[in-house]
């Protein structure tokens, strides 16, 4: 069974950076569309930033200018560059991407385990 893997979260100071990045653990065949949830204290999931196979990309409003999502198809990793952060980003943010793990088995969407994003002073 494919898991995502994350890392890159941790504690940042308000105004500072973050890289999180997400890959499968094993071999994916084809990956779609690939994206970056969150979800902050007592809030509901929502999405933060998505990005297609040709690497378009589409953002949380709250977030366009300071986030940018990027790919790697031939590593199948995506990126989350998170710049001027504020305390209101805090939360557990999530990989997501469907893709097949072969050809004969359909496109399944996949969760990561989460990566904790704290900005405060």
């Known amino acids: 069974q494919v898991q995502l893997v994350e890392s890159g979260g941790g504690l940042v100071q308000p105004g500072g950076s973050l890289r999180l990045t997400c890959a499968p653990s094993?071999?994916?065949?084809?990956?779609?569309?690939m994206a970056w949830y969150r979800q902050g204290p007592g809030k509901e999931r929502e999405l933060v930033a998505t990005i297609t196979f040709g690497g378009i990309t589409n953002y949380e409003d709250s977030v366009k200018g300071r986030f940018t999502i990027s790919r790697d198809n031939a590593k199948n990793t995506v990126y989350l560059q998170m710049n001027d952060l504020k305390p209101e980003d805090t939360a557990v943010y999530y990989c997501?991407?469907?893709?097949?793990?072969?050809?004969?088995?359909?496109?399944?969407?996949?969760w990561g385990q989460g990566t904790q994003v704290t900005v405060s002073t």
């Open positions: 094993g071999y994916m065949v084809s990956i779609n569309d």
């Open positions: 997501n991407l469907e893709g097949r793990t072969n050809w004969s088995r359909p496109s399944t969407r996949y």
